[in-house]
């Protein structure tokens, strides 16, 4: 198993560029998660999904969005970039089952918006 | 809502000695769970210990431990025995218990800001 599996590793946009980071996992998990990384904040939640089909907003959604069309991937998107979001995304994904799930985390993508 | 703090923002450890970094929290649940996380210059969050609040017998993998305080909402990590591979970010974070219920928020992770660990020679 691959895990969990980010694509680009680095990326560097201009502002007003648009991307797509995926996040895939193969493990079958329902549940995903898009964090981002900023120095001395530690990891914050952007959108999570519950299921194939469903997304939802964590603490910081604005400027992203989000899709799960196949239950292995879940998309972020930046529509229009902002030096703001320079930082490092982390996907992660959990199997609900029990009380004791684990969140795994996929290696990361460096975003610099100039 | 809930925050975890830790304010030790970088720490230093002699190879082969023990160092504790600190983490609180703050929660009205009565059920959650407790984290550590290792980030090494990979990048890489790599789960170190996990802690269940209804148990009171404090976790331990190999030369990891925790000491959790439930009352004091207190979960401090020890290393053991340190060495140069431990030198990495490490990040406190809580989740809800509320998770029996398949609820994705629940399932959610809270972050402290991260210390940093130096393991020198």
């Known amino acids: 198993n691959a895990g969990v599996t980010q694509t680009p590793k680095f990326r560097v946009l201009k502002t007003g560029q648009s991307m797509t980071l995926l996040c895939a996992q193969d493990?079958?998990?329902?549940?995903m998660y898009w964090y981002r990384q900023d120095p001395g904040m530690g990891l914050r939640l952007i959108h999570y999904?519950?299921?194939?089909?469903?997304?939802a907003k964590g603490e910081v959604p604005d400027g992203y969005n989000v899709s799960r069309l196949k239950k292995q991937n879940f998309l972020l998107g930046l529509e229009s970039a902002a030096p703001s979001q320079t930082s490092v995304y982390f996907c992660?994904?959990?199997?609900?089952?029990?009380?004791?799930?684990?969140?795994?985390f996929g290696p990361g993508t460096r975003l610099t918006v100039l | 809502a809930q925050t975890v703090t830790q304010s030790q923002p970088e720490m230093s450890v002699q190879e082969a000695e023990t160092v504790t970094l600190s983490c609180t929290y703050d929660?009205?649940?009565?059920?959650?769970?407790l984290f550590w996380y290792k980030q090494p210059p990979s990048r890489q969050m790599i789960l170190v210990i996990r802690q269940e609040a209804y148990k009171q017998q404090n976790a331990t993998e190999n030369r990891f431990s925790v000491n959790f305080q439930k009352a004091a909402k207190s979960f401090s990590l020890k290393i053991s025995d340190s060495q140069l591979g431990d030198a990495a970010m490490y990040f406190c974070?809580?989740?809800?218990?509320?998770?029996?219920?398949?609820?994705?928020?629940?399932?959610?992770?809270?972050f402290g800001t991260g210390t940093r660990l130096q393991v020198t020679l």
């Open positions: 493990m079958n998990h329902e549940y």
């Open positions: 929660t009205s649940e009565s059920d959650y769970y």
């Open positions: 999904s519950v299921g194939e089909g469903t997304t």
């Open positions: 992660a994904s959990t199997e609900m089952r029990g009380i004791t799930d684990t969140q795994y």
């Open positions: 974070a809580y989740r809800s218990g509320l998770s029996r219920r398949r609820t994705g928020t629940a399932s959610k992770l809270t």
